[in-house]
């Protein structure tokens, strides 16, 4: 037999509710009794990404806090889990966060792995998740779905336009090296992709495990096989440590390094003269000149002490983007359509630029090129106007 369905509105619901429980007999809804918004961060707080992890932390309390410390009208309250960017433990730490302590949205995380397996979670108990850092393609091709959004990019993204960039430089044979997880096999994938189809070669791939920086090996090997150039992702501690052990092998002279931005992001004060003209490609770069930039770097300066870099512009779109979904249903995160309908609907000035969103839910964006120069990553030229993923195997985006 077919179940009979009730249909009530939302108010005849909360009106329901507050009789019953002020009749003592139900509690009602936290947005009844004005509770806080509960921000659940599942960032990495130790280990190489660390940095990356309390720069997103921070990006994302600004927003909050330029907001008089509300979204959407509501008192934000935060509980914080160090997921250690390691996936073994990333189902667990989603779980605490959603079960035990119920917050109302996750946000995180870094590492591509860790952001599968919260993904995962976020799917199986339709958990509301913003990505705002770990570029896992699949997180909005395959698992794409209404409730889990990114404010940063997918793996693709940042390395598809290298491609060119490594070609029209005159490159014809180069090698790859990063570490062997989601992320750094995505980037090699997308700039093989594009390097490729041009007439451009891979000589040869090399890979260790993450988040190991014993480099000496393969350096060596670069310098036997003597390539054209160099494409490597490494990010936080093991990108400050590559950057430095390839200099120190002698290469930066010899063999020009390339990669994806997070080479070089927030990284330059740690790298010094050894980071110095590399290029790399990004959805941002330091003195990016428009006000949203200029506006965004004075404030987290103020805030932190520190200059602002990409990951903490990610976290603070995070902040604008759920500010925007929250104040269209005046913070009532349960009113989900009307939510989700006005974060498709965002246009932000972000400080990277104009940013939207796909039906996949990730970010449309300019990719830049940038050069490290005098500790900036400084912008040369647009390799991509406001790129899309293309979002494959994503219903949605269909
Ligand atoms: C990732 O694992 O997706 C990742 C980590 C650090 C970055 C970029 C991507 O800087």
């Given amino acids: 037999?077919?179940?009979?369905?009730?249909?009530?509105?939302?108010?005849?619901?909360?009106?329901?509710?507050?009789?019953?429980?002020?009749?003592?007999?139900?509690?009602?809804?936290?947005?009844?009794?004005?509770?806080?918004?509960?921000?659940?961060?599942?960032?990495?707080?130790?280990?190489?990404?660390?940095?990356?992890?309390?720069?997103?932390?921070?990006?994302?309390?600004?927003?909050?806090?330029?907001?008089?410390?509300?979204?959407?009208?509501?008192?934000?309250?935060?509980?914080?889990?160090?997921?250690?960017?390691?996936?073994?433990?990333?189902?667990?730490?989603?779980?605490?966060?959603?079960?035990?302590?119920?917050?109302?949205?996750?946000?995180?995380?870094?590492?591509?792995?860790?952001?599968?397996?919260?993904?995962?979670?976020?799917?199986?108990?339709?958990?509301?998740?913003?990505?705002?850092?770990?570029g896992a393609n699949d997180v909005t091709r395959t698992m794409c779905a209404p409730h889990i959004w990114r404010t940063s990019f997918t793996n693709w993204q940042p390395c598809f336009p290298m491609g060119k960039v490594m070609y029209d430089a005159g490159h014809r044979n180069i090698m790859t090296i990063t570490w062997r997880y989601a992320a750094g096999l995505e980037d090699v994938e997308a700039v093989k992709e594009s390097f490729t189809k041009l007439g451009g070669k891979i000589v040869e791939e090399l890979y260790l495990p993450f988040p190991q920086v014993e480099f000496q090996a393969l350096l060596t090997q670069i310098a036997q096989k003597k390539p054209d150039a160099v494409f490597a992702f490494f990010a936080g501690g093991g990108a400050v440590k590559f950057v430095k052990d390839y200099a120190a092998a002698g290469l930066k002279t010899s063999i020009p390094l390339y990669g994806p931005g997070f080479l070089t992001d927030g990284t330059l004060p740690a790298q010094g003269p050894d980071a110095e003209s590399i290029k790399t490609t990004l959805h941002y770069a330091d003195a990016l000149d428009n006000p949203a930039n200029k506006a965004f770097l004075a404030g987290f300066k103020q805030k932190t002490g520190q200059d602002g870099d990409v990951y903490a512009v990610q976290?603070?779109?995070?902040?604008?983007?759920?500010?925007?979904?929250?104040?269209?249903?005046?913070?009532?995160?349960?009113?989900?359509?009307?939510?989700?309908?006005?974060?498709?609907?965002?246009?932000?000035?972000?400080?990277?630029?104009?940013?939207?969103?796909?039906?996949?839910?990730?970010?449309?964006?300019?990719?830049?090129?940038?050069?490290?120069?005098?500790?900036?990553?400084?912008?040369?030229?647009?390799?991509?106007?406001?790129?899309?993923?293309?979002?494959?195997?994503?219903?949605?985006?269909?």
């Fill in 1 to 134: 037999m077919k179940a009979r369905i009730f249909r009530a509105s939302r108010r005849d619901l909360l009106k329901g509710t507050a009789a019953l429980s002020l009749a003592g007999a139900f509690p009602l809804p936290a947005i009844a009794q004005g509770a806080p918004l509960k921000v659940g961060f599942m960032l990495p707080y130790t280990g190489t990404f660390a940095k990356l992890g309390k720069f997103i932390d921070d990006g994302f309390r600004l927003a909050v806090e330029q907001k008089g410390g509300k979204l959407g009208g509501r008192a934000v309250e935060y509980v914080q889990v160090d997921d250690e960017s390691e996936p073994a433990k990333a189902t667990d730490n989603m779980n605490r966060l959603v079960g035990r302590d119920k917050v109302d949205v996750v946000v995180g995380t870094v590492h591509s792995g860790v952001a599968m397996a919260m993904a995962k979670v976020a799917k199986d108990n339709n958990s509301f998740l913003v990505v705002p850092n770990a």
């Fill in 315 to 398: 976290g603070f779109d995070a902040g604008q983007l759920l500010e925007i979904g929250l104040s269209a249903v005046q913070g009532d995160i349960a009113a989900r359509d009307k939510m989700f309908a006005a974060m498709q609907a965002a246009k932000i000035n972000s400080p990277r630029g104009p940013i939207s969103f796909s039906k996949a839910h990730n970010v449309v964006q300019n990719i830049y090129l940038r050069e490290a120069k005098g500790g900036l990553n400084r912008y040369v030229s647009v390799a991509h106007e406001a790129l899309a993923d293309p979002a494959l195997g994503c219903r949605a985006a269909a």
